[in-house]
Each structure stands twice: as structure tokens, then as C-alpha cells.
């Protein structure tokens, strides 16, 4: 359980701390503290002295799916934005700054999160905060800041949606399956959104989304806890705590009928095709389930889908899918591209065969130990780094709403059976559940 104490070193902060520590650590164990500013920014601080570097990571609770109709894209637009200066740092300064002192960083938006992060030698952790907590503090909103970065926008869409294959066929296959809200549009937002935003609007969101108490820091690397504590309260315990947000919730009404569509696209070489099936939140008690049962199908070589399309049948160049975990109802995809001279019906029907096979045969104790066995090492491996540690803390601050498990979770995996894999196939891979999006390339005759 978590422990209350006062910290003494702050006499104008009263904190939370909440120390992880237990004997025999296991691979991937994460120590941490965690306090929370009167402002409302939740911290978390983990000692790794591995290496003398530190990672700076800044959640803000805010995604597309927190965008208001007619409002899409300010979510994304705001990761370009805050790049911008501010009232301290002159305009991409930012990024500057950090390289010159032999750090990197970027940021990255997804339809429940934004997050902006540095990785530095640790003796310049200072910097890492100060520019963070200016940031936070006084974002430049201009006009002329905002017009640029709408146009930067535009360009990353036309690079990385519009003229990248398959791009907007996957942004379909995304948006088409759901009637939640929320997740009805796309994270880079539609242009026309953008085009009627003034910087009124921008500086609105801004003030609503962009404070301390939607916001979670998190400092990873070979720090000193009470030196570091204190930095965090001299440059970010003054910024004053904006409204309180209501998280995203809810679940996606059930559907009637399969969704179809067919979309061409002038830079797609062959046909591809995107199946996607609803699947709960990311609490939901049939994840784990649903992860292993994605390893199986679709991860690497030695996958199900793998081993019968592109192996066996030689009808598909690639196929891949796995669990796309959301805080509202999450996505579970399939994705295969057709050989040349083979008909996409054949890929996509070989799909449902495999998925069908597991659902009504399941699968057996050695290939679920090998699942198991490949999670396990993905998942230690995956907290290697500073930065992964973080990322790892922030999802489960955000997502898990429960820091501690980020300790226990691995345990849930490896207790899923065989019956369980079995029953999320039967229950989730339905029919009236799937969204079927095919991706034709263009015909260049004529």
C-alpha cells in the first residue's frame, strides 16, 4: 500500500511518497518514488545510476479523443506547438538547447495522451526541468507560431497519410470501426478543423489541458532523490493548477453488422487489407489474454498467420496485427498485403481460417509457454533504457491508474490458460464485431 509522509524539505509542499521496494527483485523491477505538488503535478522519480544519464518525461492528459466536434487535430497540433518558445526560451530553442548539452528529445501524440521528453547527461537535469516547467508555464501562442505550425501539420499529413501507402487506408480501417465518439477521428485531425481555428481557440485548449494537475512528471536515471525533489518544486511548485478534466470513458455500443469499405490509393503497389475487431479498455480483465493471443497469431516469423500466408500459402509479402490498448475501447488489428498476382479475398479468407482454428480448437500448452516465454523477455527488455522506464511509469499511471502494478502486472500474463485464450477468440472475433477495409492500388493503364 501506498504511504502518506510529510516532507520536510518543502515547507510549502505536503507530498505523497510512495516508495516500491521489495526483496529479490525480479527482471524489469522498477523502483520509484512518487509525490504529487499543492498544484496538482503528480511526480514520480526513479534512481538508475547504470548509466549517467537522465530522462525527462512530461505526460499531459490530453489526446484527440479529448477534442471537441469541429475542434480535431488541436491535440497534435499542440506537440508541434510547444516547440515554439516560450517566455524564457526563444522560438526552437527548445530543441537546441538540449542537443548542445548532448541530449535529444521529441514528443508524440496519440488519441488519449500527449508526452514531450528529454534524455540528457545527467548533470543537466536541471536544464531538462527548467525547460519543461517554462513550457508549461508560458507557451508562446502567437499568431504567427500558430499559423506556422498549421502549415507544418498540413505537410506532415500529406507526407505521412496522403502520400504514404496504405496511410489513409489504416486511418479508415481506425476511425470506421467505432461509433465511440471520441475515437471517430483521426489524432492528426482533419485540415478543414484546423483552417477554421483562430488562436483564440488554441490558446483555450491550451489553458485548459496544459497544467500541472493534467499533467505527470516522471525523471528516470542516475539522480539524487532530494536534490532532484527539490529542483522539480523550484521550477514547476508556482505554475499555477488549471480545471479539472474528466477522463475518457465508456465503451463501444455493440454493432449490428460487419463494416466494409473499399479505398484505392495511387501509391500502393499491391492490395492490401485491414481487419480490425473491438475489444475493451485497457482494465479490462481479458487483455492479457488478448496480448498472448496476438503473439500467437501475428508476431514474427514463427506466427500462425505468418507461417500459413506467407510461408505455407505464399499468398501474402507481410502479415502482422496484435492489440492496439486504449483507455475508452481498444482496437484489435490484422493487417496482410497480397502477393503479386494473388486476389486479397485469398489473404483475408486465410485469416478467418486461423482465427477460426483457435476458436474452435484453441491451442496447446507448449505453443502458450512459448507465448508466454516471448512476452516475458519483451517485456524486461522493453525497460532497459531510462526513457522506457518512464514510458513504462506513465502507462501505468495513466492507464493502469495503479502505479504499484507496474511490479505485478507481468504476473497476470502468466497465468492466462489455454480456456482463456480460447474464450476472448470466441467472444471478440465475431462477425458483427469486424471492420474489413480493403486497399486497392490505383490502376496506372491509360
Known amino acids: 500500500m501506498k504511504r502518506s509522509v510529510a516532507i520536510g524539505v518543502f515547507a510549502a509542499v505536503v507530498v505523497s511518497l510512495a516508495l516500491s521496494a521489495v526483496a529479490g527483485d525480479k527482471p524489469g ?3 520509484y518514488k512518487e509525490y504529487e505538488l499543492d498544484n496538482g503535478l503528480r511526480v514520480v522519480l526513479s ?35 510547444m516547440f515554439q518558445g516560450s517566455e524564457n526560451v526563444d522560438k526552437r530553442e527548445h530543441s537546441n538547447l538540449v542537443q548542445r548539452a548532448g ?31 517554462d513550457r508549461m508555464r508560458s507557451l508562446a501562442i502567437t499568431t504567427e507560431n500558430f499559423e506556422n505550425q498549421r502549415d507544418v501539420v498540413k505537410e506532415e499529413r500529406k507526407q505521412r497519410v496522403d ?16 461509433d465511440f465518439e471520441p475515437y471517430r477521428h483521426t489524432v492528426i ?23 500541472p494537475n493534467n499533467a505527470v512528471l516522471v525523471v528516470v536515471g542516475d539522480i539524487d532523490y532530494k536534490k532532484t525533489m527539490k529542483m522539480v518544486e523550484e521550477y514547476f511548485g508556482d505554475i499555477p493548477r488549471g480545471p479539472e478534466v474528466t477522463e475518457l470513458s465508456g465503451v463501444e455500443p455493440p454493432h449490428d453488422n460487419e463494416r466494409r469499405k473499399i479505398v484505392e490509393d495511387k501509391n500502393a503497389n499491391v492490395p492490401a487489407v485491414f481487419i480490425t475487431y473491438v475489444i475493451p479498455d485497457v482494465l479490462h480483465d481479458d487483455m492479457p489474454a488478448l496480448e498472448l493471443l496476438g503473439a500467437i497469431l501475428t508476431d514474427g516469423e514463427s506466427s500462425r498467420m505468418h507461417k500459413r500466408l506467407v510461408k505455407e500459402e505464399e499468398a501474402a509479402v507481410v502479415v502482422f496485427g496484435g492489440v492496439d490498448a486504449r483507455k475508452g475501447p481498444g482496437l484489435f488489428r490484422f493487417v496482410s498485403a497480397s502477393n503479386v498476382g494473388v486476389e486479397i479475398e485469398k489473404c483475408e479468407g486465410l485469416m478467418y481460417e486461423e482465427i477460426d482454428r483457435v476458436k474452435a480448437e484453441g491451442i496447446d500448452a507448449k505453443e502458450l509457454e512459448k507465448a508466454k516465454t516471448q512476452f516475458k523477455s519483451g517485456f524486461v527488455m522493453g525497460r532497459q533504457t531510462v526513457l522506457n522506464k518512464a514510458e513504462a511509469i506513465h502507462n501505468y499511471v495513466y492507464f493502469a491508474k495503479d502505479l504499484e502494478k507496474i511490479n505485478t502486472d507481468l504476473d497476470n500474463y502468466m497465468v492466462v490458460t489455454s480456456d482463456d485464450i480460447k ?18 492500388p490505383v490502376s496506372k493503364e491509360g
Open 189 to 211: 485531425g482533419k485540415m478543414v478543423d484546423l483552417d477554421a481555428a483562430e488562436v483564440g481557440d488554441v490558446q483555450a485548449f491550451f489553458n485548459r489541458y496544459y497544467s
Open 47 to 81: 534512481q538508475d545510476k547504470s548509466v549517467p544519464i537522465v530522462a525527462v518525461d512530461v505526460w499531459y492528459h490530453v489526446g484527440s479523443g479529448y477534442e471537441e466536434k469541429g475542434r480535431s487535430g488541436f491535440a497534435h497540433l499542440f506537440e508541434h506547438m
Open 103 to 133: 541530449g535529444n528529445n521529441n514528443g508524440s501524440t496519440t488519441q488519449d495522451r500527449t508526452n514531450y521528453f528529454q534524455v540528457m547527461p545527467a548533470n543537466r537535469l536541471n536544464l531538462g526541468l527548467w525547460l519543461e516547467a
Open 29 to 31: 523491477h522498477i523502483k
Open 163 to 178: 502520400n504514404q501507402p496504405y496511410g489513409a487506408a489504416f486511418l479508415t480501417s481506425d476511425t470506421l470501426s467505432y
Open 423 to 440: 474464450r476472448v477468440a470466441n467472444e471478440y472475433f465475431v462477425e458483427n464485431n469486424r471492420t474489413v477495409v480493403i486497399c486497392n
